[in-house]
């Protein structure tokens, strides 16, 4: 069992940055490929970026070139660091945690083994 945990989300102007973190639960957390998702209003939960356990990263187009991800397996935390941001990024972002591998194409949510309760990120005009 494996318990995600994010932080960091809050309210920014569009163009600005914001960090969130996913906090892991348990030992194994270096075994499991990560990835963020994110749900907007009246949206359907979408892929964003992941990190594979072997480091290896995928992000959707739509985040490319403003989004970064990072691990720290000795702190069991997955950042998400977001540069640029838009009106359109505004979404719950949620963290999930998979043992399976995917390869370069947006990673399926219901693929997905743990997800955490997702933290708010609002951008404002």
């Known amino acids: 069992q494996v318990q995600l945990v994010e932080s960091g989300g809050g309210l920014v102007q569009a163009g600005g940055s914001l960090s969130v973190s996913c906090a892991a639960s348990?030992?194994?957390?270096?075994?499991?490929?990560m990835a963020w998702f994110r749900q907007g209003p009246g949206k359907e939960r979408e892929f964003v970026v992941a990190?594979?356990?072997?480091?290896?990263?995928y992000y959707a187009d739509s985040v490319k070139g403003r989004f970064t991800i990072s691990r720290d397996n000795a702190k069991n935390t997955v950042y998400l660091q977001m540069n640029s941001l838009k009106l359109e990024d505004t979404a719950v972002y949620y963290c999930?945690?998979?043992?399976?591998?995917?390869?370069?194409?947006?990673?399926?949510?219901?693929?997905?083994?743990?997800w955490g309760k997702g933290t708010l990120v609002t951008v404002s005009s």
């Open positions: 999930a945690a998979t043992r399976v591998y995917y390869g370069d194409s947006d990673w399926p949510a219901g693929g997905m083994d743990y």
């Open positions: 348990g030992r194994t957390f270096s075994s499991y490929n």
């Open positions: 990190v594979r356990r072997s480091g290896s990263v």
